[in-house]
């Protein structure tokens, strides 16, 4: 399906921490696409456009519902950063979309399967792994997250009520900074990596490029072929 361009109203933020904000958003009845996409809000800034991808971090199905979601970091000296945090709702905003590749193969389907991420790059997993889990997913899932301190952690509860919903999912987070009281790893994301390495599993990064690169080292050092390693990167 090629992607819309579709004029949008924000109807709904949220601060999810210090940097990141939730949006909830209009999208158009024909409006479909596949967990891991994203789309690109289209901007003006000193008379000239300017796309910024963003990746969808809710189900396909809410779009049955008319609204997609958002988990977007304003970054201080950020392109289009600015321009975002002074969104309220009623917003108009001008979106393409969806668009992009990342996404859960058919193959990966018979796999366990294993997600990594830092920061915001858990935003296409929150579309992703509830979305898998509710197709009758029958192997092994596993989500990794990387954040630098408590007050960072984003979508913590939701992804414990999955973990306690089906038996076939676990989620391991771990903070870089800070004091670590409700949570048993004190790190950087690699470590989690480095304790959960599956040679036959697929994995999934999302993050910015050096924490990608990192790890995907890490994988291919341990033995798990490049083939099997799907990565989007922020930056």
Known sequence: MPPLKFVSEILEIK?????????KISIPKDFN?????????????????????????????????GYAELCIKILENGLASP???????????????????FKISEESKNKNLIFISHGAGIAPFRSMIPHLLKSNY????????????????LYNEE????????????????LSQGINNKNEEFGRVQQLVKVHI?????????????????????????GVPMANIFSEKYD
């Not at 969104?87 to 590749?101: H, S, Y």
């Not at 992804?159 to 771990?174: G, P, S, V």
């Open 138 to 153: 029958q192997n092994n899932a596993v989500l990794l997250t990387g954040y630098k301190n408590e007050e960072e952690i």
């Open 198 to 222: 599956d040679k036959e599993a697929h994995y999934y990064l999302c993050g910015l490029r050096e924490m990608i690169d990192s790890v995907r080292a890490i994988l291919v050092n341990n």
């Open 15 to 23: 601060q999810l921490s210090p940097s990141i904000k939730h949006f």
């Open 33 to 65: 696409f596949i967990p891991g996409q994203y789309i690109s809000m289209i901007l003006e800034k000193e008379n000239e456009k300017i796309r910024r991808p963003y990746s969808l971090a809710s189900i396909p199905e809410k779009a049955n519902e």
């Open 83 to 101: 321009i975002i945090h002074q969104f309220k709702v009623d917003d108009k905003i001008n979106f393409l979309g969806p668009l992009g590749f």
């Open 159 to 174: 992804f414990r009520q999955l973990e306690n919903k089906y038996k076939n999912f676990q989620y391991f987070t771990i």
